[in-house]
C-alpha cells in the first residue's frame, strides 16, 4: 500500500540531523518565493539577465518550479541530486551575460535564505538563533552551487544580517525589473488555477517586501493594502496549522523526482 508519510522523506543527503531535514523540506517558503524573485531583480544586472534570457511572461509557475528544484537537490537531495541541479543550473546560465559574477550570485542566494526564514516567521512559528544559524549553514552549498567561493559566505548570523542590510541599501529598481515584474505578478499565458490564485500571492509578494523597495517598484501601499496583507497572512496560517506535517514536505520529493525523470530523458527529446 502507498505511504504517503514515506514519499514525503527526503532523500538522504548532505544534512543528517532528521530534525532539521523536516524542517528545510517543509514547503512553508513556497509562499516567498515571488519576494525572493522581486529581491533578486531589483539588483539591475540580475534584472537586465532575467529580463533578456528568461520567460516569466509565458511560464512564470514553471520558473519558479524550477528553482525550488535547485534548493531542495542542493539542500536536502543526495550529491547525485545535486549534481543534476547545478548541471542544469549552468546550461541555462551559459548564454546571460554576467551570469557568472560572484557578487550577483551570492545576492541571489542571500535573497533564498532570508526568504525561508522570513516566511516561517511570518506563516509558522518563529525561528530561533540557533535553527536561524542551523539554516544558513545548510544553504551554504546553494551560494558555492551558484560558484560563490565558500570563504564568502556569510559563516554566522550576525555576519548575514550585515551583509543583508548592506545590500538593501545597493538595490535600485530598473525598467526590466518592472518588466519581469508584470510578467510575474499579472501572468496572461499562465493556466487558470494560477492566475486565480494571483491576488493572493501578489499581496503576500508586496506585503513581505521591505518598504524602501516596495516603493522603488511603485506599488500602491496603504491602510487598506496592510489590512489586506495582515488577512491573508492570517489566511495562510490558519491553512498551514491544519495541513499535515508530511503533506508540508511532499512537494520536495515529488519535484526531486520530475527532476531525476527528466535528467534520465535522452537530451533530444528534453523540453526547455
Known amino acids: 500500500m502507498h ?10 543527503g548532505h544534512v543528517h540531523d532528521r530534525d532539521l531535514r523536516r524542517f528545510l523540506a517543509d514547503s512553508t517558503p513556497v509562499a516567498a518565493g515571488g519576494r525572493a524573485i522581486l529581491l533578486q531583480i531589483a539588483d539591475p544586472a540580475v534584472a ?41 543550473v549552468n546550461r541555462a546560465h551559459r548564454p546571460v551575460t554576467g551570469a557568472d559574477d560572484v557578487d550577483r550570485q551570492l545576492w541571489v542566494a542571500a535573497t533564498l535564505v532570508d526568504s525561508a526564514l522570513r516566511a516561517h516567521e511570518l506563516f509558522g512559528d518563529p525561528v530561533s538563533p540557533a535553527r536561524a544559524q542551523q539554516v544558513l549553514d545548510a544553504y551554504a552549498p546553494i551560494a558555492t ?8 559566505w556569510p559563516t554566522s548570523t550576525e555576519a548575514f544580517e550585515q551583509y543583508w542590510r548592506d545590500g538593501l541599501d ?10 519581469v515584474v508584470r510578467d510575474l505578478l499579472h501572468p496572461r499565458f499562465a493556466p487558470l ?45 490558519r ?26 530523458q535522452p537530451a533530444r527529446t528534453r523540453t526547455a
Not at 498551514?240 to 520530475?258: C, D, E, H, S
Open 145 to 152: 552551487a551558484l560558484r560563490v567561493p565558500a570563504d564568502r
Open 48 to 88: 537586465a539577465g532575467v529580463r533578456r534570457h528568461s520567460d516569466f511572461a509565458r511560464r512564470p509557475q514553471q520558473r519558479l518550479a524550477h528553482t525550488l528544484m535547485f534548493v531542495y537537490a542542493v539542500v536536502v537531495g543526495t550529491d547525485s541530486d545535486a549534481v543534476t541541479a547545478v548541471g542544469f
Open 3 to 12: 505511504d504517503p508519510h514515506r514519499a514525503s522523506r527526503p532523500s538522504s
Open 170 to 179: 545597493r538595490l535600485a529598481v530598473t525598467d526590466d525589473a518592472r518588466g
Open 193 to 237: 488555477w494560477v492566475r486565480t490564485a494571483m491576488p493572493l500571492v501578489r499581496i503576500v509578494t508586496v506585503g513581505m517586501l521591505p518598504a524602501p523597495l516596495r516603493a522603488q517598484y511603485g506599488f500602491a501601499w496603504g491602510p487598506r493594502e496592510e489590512r489586506r496583507f495582515r488577512r491573508a497572512v492570517g489566511l495562510v496560517r
Open 239 to 264: 491553512v498551514r496549522a491544519v495541513v499535515p506535517g508530511w503533506l508540508l514536505r511532499l512537494p520536495g520529493p515529488l519535484l526531486l523526482r520530475a527532476m531525476r525523470r527528466y535528467a534520465a
